[in-house]
């Protein structure tokens, strides 16, 4: 291990860090361009992330002068690593090759193997010479935006800009790494009342579900509003579910076990459908959907609680969409950012205008919706849906859980930081929290 690396870990200071050596090459993980074609004609449930992801030593580029080397302590899993990792819809090396020639410090990315991982909290090594807000010691989290801020198409709202990339998905040197690369915009401060790995797992899916749901470019979700989370317990889900009892409002989770239907009673979920116990079937077949299905959805909700939703937080996409368009009440919001059964989507178009509803697309978060986000991780009120911890040389497995669906919540990975439990630096705040709130999800685990 390097020097740099070994003072980072050991608390060193600004001063010390800005003293020493950067390593030319970082342990990572990653996927290799050469094995693009590996799982064609594989079903996707077949195509296995374990056989495509390495782990090994990847050289570091040079520094552009709005970026940070960050020493990732703990990164996570996110379905962007299961879709790079089986190389569908497409080769994420199309991304880099795109972004290789946008400009010189475009073209570090334009590689063969290809540096995965959206998520990642550590400790800022070296920064740029225009970053301003951070230097090294600086313990943070990384949000996955990649936007350009001299871009005027990034202002207003950066998710809105021309060239918006998702850091590790649609460029290199991402987070499942012990270095990463990051601009400086991607930065926000670490909750200091939770470990590296419960720190590590939030950012890219909290800070969705918060612009899907809470803020005005989503749903814009009021007070009392009824809410129907599909995959409840999951990366999203787990989040969505937390903002809608914060914001007063009544959750539905929607998941597919008797554990996670005891995950969201013990986060003050009431309303709990078990999709795998109801056995809906809302396609008949493979080309012909079941209103009655839909129906009866829509009728085990009124049982839930009374009435219609108001808002129905969609991303299974094929095999959900056309229900969540029939049971959102008249004139409510269907909210999407995904579609991980299949994108090309049917509902019943009827069942929108007539009763004047609303589908809202919605992607990530620009840098005030993820700082915010960030915010109500760092004082307690969005709780860290961790259920498992995996090190980095186990990522093929990890993501291989993520791909089955046999997780809940989110799966963190160790990469520098030396074991788990490390990093708390507010004991206070994490006692007022709870540990056991903090650890409803990793309880259920298994
Ligand atoms: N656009 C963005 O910015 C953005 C950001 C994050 C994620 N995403 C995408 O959103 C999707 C979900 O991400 P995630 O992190 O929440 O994944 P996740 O942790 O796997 O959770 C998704 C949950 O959805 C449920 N689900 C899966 N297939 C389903 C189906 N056919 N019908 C009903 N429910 C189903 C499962 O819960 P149960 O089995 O318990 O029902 C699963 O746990 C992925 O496609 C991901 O790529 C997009």
Redesign the pocket.
């Known amino acids: 291990m390097s020097d740099i690396i070994t003072a980072a870990i050991e608390g060193a200071g600004r001063e010390d860090l800005l003293g020493m050596a950067m390593p030319e090459t970082t342990k990572a993980a990653y996927v290799r361009r050469e094995d693009s074609g590996m799982f064609e004609g594989l079903a996707s449930e077949d195509k296995d992330p374990r056989a495509s992801l390495k782990v090994g030593e990847i050289a570091l580029p040079e520094l552009a002068p709005d970026e940070a080397y960050v020493l990732i302590m703990a990164s996570s899993i ?3 690593t ?2 790079t990792s089986i190389f569908e819809p497409l080769s994420t090396f199309g991304f880099l090759d795109r972004l290789g020639k946008e400009s010189i410090w475009g073209a570090r990315h334009a590689t063969d193997t290809h540096v995965v991982g959206s998520d990642g909290a550590g400790i800022v090594l070296k920064t740029g010479s225009s970053v301003r807000s951070w230097g090294p010691g600086d313990q943070v989290t990384i949000h996955c935006n990649y936007v350009d801020d001299q871009d005027p198409s990034a202002h207003d709202d950066s998710m809105l800009a021309s060239n918006q990339r ?1 850091w590790g998905f649609e460029t290199n040197f991402g987070g499942l790494a012990e270095i990463a690369v990051v601009k400086a915009n991607q930065l926000m401060p670490k909750p200091t009342h939770l470990t590296w790995e419960e720190s590590a797992v939030n950012a ?2 909290n800070s ?1 579900s918060y612009r899907m749901l809470v803020s005005g470019n989503g749903a814009d979700m009021t007070q009392g509003d009824k809410v129907l989370v ?8 787990a989040f969505a579910v937390q903002y809608v009892l914060n914001g007063g409002g009544t959750p539905v989770g ?4 008797a554990s ?1 239907v005891e995950i969201l009673n013990e986060l003050g979920v009431d309303a709990v459908i078990d ?1 795998k116990e109801k056995g809906y079937r809302f396609w008949a077949d493979e080309h012909t959907q079941d209103e009655s299905e839909w129906r009866r959805l829509g009728k085990d909700i009124r049982g839930l609680i009374g009435d219609d939703v108001d808002i129905v937080f969609e ?2 996409g094929r ?2 969409m056309g229900a969540s368009v029939f049971v959102t009440r008249r004139a409510g919001t269907i909210v999407t ?5 299949g994108y090309m989507i049917e509902y019943d178009n009827r069942h929108l205008w007539m009763k004047l509803k609303t589908i809202k697309g ?3 978060a620009n840098y005030r919706e993820a700082w915010h986000a960030n915010q109500l991780i760092c004082e307690g009120k969005i709780l860290p849906p961790l259920s498992a911890v995996f090190s980095l040389d186990q990522v093929g497995d990890a993501t291989y859980q ?1 791909h089955k ?1 046999l ?1 809940e919540g ?1 799966i963190g990975v160790l990469c520098a930081a030396p074991s788990e439990g490390l990093g708390i630096t507010n004991p206070e705040l994490r006692a007022q929290v709870g540990e056991d709130r903090l650890n409803i999800f990793r309880r259920h685990d298994g």
């Open positions: 996110n379905f962007n299961v879709w998702i890219l899916c969705t599909w995959g409840a317990t999951g990366g999203l889900g929607v998941v597919s076990s996670k999709r991303h299974p095999q959900t950012c995904a579609a991980t059964s919605s992607h990530f993520v669906n997780h989110k």
